[in-house]
């Protein structure tokens, strides 16, 4: 009999001419052999002997091929972390990776690549079920095929191993040549369950009680595999229509999960065959909400040069439209109806984004219709784009500005109620997912008695802070309503009302606003202060300054290997196996003298340091030491605006997949150091070959967009 989920135990038999992966809990199944070195793959019989080593795993994560060698990364520890209807969720806390041989040669650049693999794999959230499909919101996976494998039912912008579980992929669909054991074009489907789909993002489970009604309280956040990256690396959309820092969060409540009685789930009014005015107590109930985010679909980008406040950059708003009409076509397919929320400045560095998107949906919609509100804060407390009327799809699409900047400013947070009057009337008319089990089905499938038909997709500028806020807001209205849909609630109450409930929701959503933040920028969210407590602190502001310094230092100077390992990971990237040991793409290329500079300043600062902390005796001459302090401040002057000027050669840009902004700013700048009539000869003395090769590595892969 086929199996159509991953198996949750796996023994690998470890020899020098193979890996077999085989299931205890199921001997009848097939092994899983990949042979050493050559890596080839194919489906065995029953168990192979003569293996050195055995080990139990939690599940195959992927295969990897770097310059070197090909690696199995293998996930040796997963955490339980709750069950959703029934289904255990794992977070995978640790993994191994086993090289299909023995390395003879010594790469640096290949030990690179297994730190920035190793250090995503530690410090990114990842998750995974062996029978419920993580990837999917419980709408989706509603009208999904159960008879297909769970890889193959997975949502393909959330499945984020997907890239490296493509040759277990190939093997098993037989898209790709095989050992020769296998018939070309045949379906393995005993490959199908060592074929894990993971998630990288935010999960919580949480058993809670509502005015005494036990249920199930969860949160997933799903953060998509393409244009994935950090904060000032990508922004913006692709060619292909994928913006940055894409994410979706959906909010469930499960009623009757299994684990309580039905004495347990209450509450003032019943539900009659699923309609509101009563429910059958002992039938389990999901209902969720799904909202996204991500950035401004258009070309822009923002260039970090060590100042505070990197350079801006937006592109025409024609030269992105088929890439926008990409990304909502999509978007519509998926969701149906988008509210389209933008919370960027309206004055400022940011009124050329919010322009930019607005002239975007213009562009987009039949006969766009605008309306403008003021009031005594701002003149554009809202501005509203519709279609005019609704002759194609992107008529769908609904513009929403609000000035949020200027309208919770003074730690008037209340006013972003201001936004959830606007969106009232498109959040009832959207609905939410409602679904019913039905027992008899031995598919554990949900009888859908309400879908969402329209999905709130907010942005700020990054896409985080702001953002948070309004999701947060939003995610509290619609539980409201779902509770007083159901009778849990009466008119009028609020899921607020229960004191000890409103702490776990605004925790929960607090959570995830680092999740998500930490993934993108480096560090946890702001205002996250407001998200726990309901009003602004101290702490929280002094908090919000740590991080917004931390975030400046992460973002000039460690996101480009994070930026790195991200590409490395999903495929973007591929390592050129030509050239090992010569050609290294880690190596620091930029002039002596440049490199040298900050450990100049470093030097000068200790030096003047030093010297004016020193004693010095009532007949010592003190003029040549106030010589050597002056001559040191000056140096050190001197290094400082140097490369405060030319931060640009100092910002720790991707090795792999440089920005072409990011290497023509670099080309720029040398350039005009090469002019300069002092340091130009000297840079071009020491320079090793007219070298902009320090950020320009592209040759040395080959690019893939899955």
Not at 220 to 234: E, S
Not at 572 to 601: C, E, H, K, N
Not at 629 to 640: E, K, M, P, Q, R
Request: glycine share 8%; with cysteine; aromatic share 10%.
């Amino acid at each position: 009999m086929r199996n159509l989920v991953p198996f949750r135990d796996i023994n690998v038999h470890a020899s020098a001419s193979h890996y077999a992966f085989t299931s205890p809990s199921s001997p009848s199944s097939q092994t899983l052999v990949i042979e050493r070195p050559a890596g080839d793959i194919r489906l065995n019989d029953g168990a192979l002997l003569g293996a050195k080593r055995v080990s139990s795993i939690a599940g195959i994560l992927g295969i990897i091929k770097l310059r070197l060698d090909t690696y199995i990364i293998v996930i040796t520890k997963a955490q339980p972390m709750g069950r959703l209807k029934g289904h255990m969720i794992y977070k995978i806390m640790a993994t191994e990776f086993l090289p299909l041989r023995e390395r003879t040669l010594h790469d640096p650049d290949e030990d690179t690549y297994l730190i920035l693999l190793k250090t995503l794999l530690k410090t990114g959230p990842m998750y995974f079920s062996y029978s419920f499909d993580i990837t999917n919101s419980f709408q989706r996976q509603a009208s999904s095929n159960p008879s297909q494998a769970l890889w193959q039912r997975a949502d393909d912008r959330f499945f984020w191993n997907k890239f490296i579980q493509s040759d277990l992929i190939n093997f098993a669909t037989g898209a790709a040549s095989g050992s020769g054991l296998r018939q070309p074009g045949a379906h393995q489907t005993g490959a199908d369950p060592f074929i894990l789909p993971v998630m990288f993002g935010m999960m919580r489970i949480t058993s809670t009680r509502i005015k005494s009604t036990a249920l199930t309280f969860a949160l997933i956040t799903r953060r998509c595999r393409h244009r994935a990256g950090t904060r000032y690396l990508t922004r913006g959309i692709d060619e292909h229509g994928h913006v940055a820092n894409f994410n979706e969060t959906e909010q469930i409540v499960v009623l009757n999960d299994g684990t309580r009685g039905a004495a347990e789930v209450g509450g003032e009014g019943r539900m009659q065959d699923g309609k509101v005015g009563g429910f059958d107590s002992q039938d389990m109930q999901v209902m969720s909400y799904v909202q996204t985010r991500g950035s401004v679909p258009v070309y822009w980008a923002e260039v970090s040069t060590l100042r505070y406040t990197p350079e801006l950059q937006v592109r025409g708003v024609e030269s992105a439209v088929d890439a926008a009409k990409s990304h909502f076509d999509e978007q519509i397919r998926i969701y149906g109806d988008n509210y389209l929320v933008n919370l960027v400045n309206q004055r400022g560095r940011e009124v050329r984004v919010k322009e930019a998107y607005e002239q975007m949906v213009r562009v987009l919609v039949s006969g766009p219709k605008e309306d403008t509100q003021a009031d005594y804060v701002t003149n554009e407390k809202i501005h509203v784009v519709e279609a005019s009327q609704k002759n194609q799809e992107y008529d769908r699409l609904h513009y929403v500005y609000f000035d949020f900047h200027n309208e919770t400013k003074g730690l008037r947070w209340h006013r972003a109620q201001l936004l959830l009057d606007q969106l009232k009337d498109g959040l009832i008319q959207g609905q939410y997912f409602r679904g019913v089990d039905m027992p008899g089905d031995s598919q554990g499938r949900l009888e859908v008695r309400n879908r969402q038909t329209a999905v709130v997709r907010t942005n700020c500028m990054d896409c985080l802070d702001r953002t948070n806020v309004v999701q947060t807001m939003l995610a509290r209205w619609t539980l409201t309503r779902q509770l007083i849909d159901i009778g849990i609630l009466r008119p009028g109450e609020s899921a607020d009302d229960d004191a000890a409930f409103k702490i776990l929701f605004r925790n929960i959503w607090a959570d995830n606003a680092d999740v998500v933040s930490r993934s993108y920028s480096g560090t946890g969210a702001l205002k996250t202060d407001f998200t726990r407590t309901g009003e602004r602190t101290r702490a929280g502001m002094v908090q919000d300054l740590n991080n917004s310094i931390t975030r400046y230092v992460k973002n000039n100077f460690s996101d480009g290997p994070r930026q790195d390992a991200f590409d490395l990971f999903l495929g973007t990237f591929q390592p050129d196996s030509s050239g090992i040991g010569a050609s290294q793409v880690f190596v620091d290329r930029r002039p002596i003298l440049i490199q040298a500079i900050p450990y100049l300043l470093a030097m000068s600062f200790f030096f003047v340091l030093v010297s004016s902390l020193a004693r010095t005796k009532p007949e010592t001459t003190i003029w040549p030491l106030r010589i050597f302090t002056i001559a040191w401040l000056v140096v050190g002057l001197w290094c400082f605006r140097f490369i405060y000027t030319h931060g640009v050669l100092y910002v720790n840009w991707p090795k792999l997949n440089t920005p072409r902004w990011a290497n023509e700013g670099y080309q720029e700048t040398m350039g005009a150091i090469r002019k300069d009539k002092f340091i130009g000869p000297l840079v071009a003395r020491h320079e090793r070959g007219a070298s902009t090769a320090r950020i320009s590595h592209l040759e040395e892969g080959k690019k893939r967009i899955q």
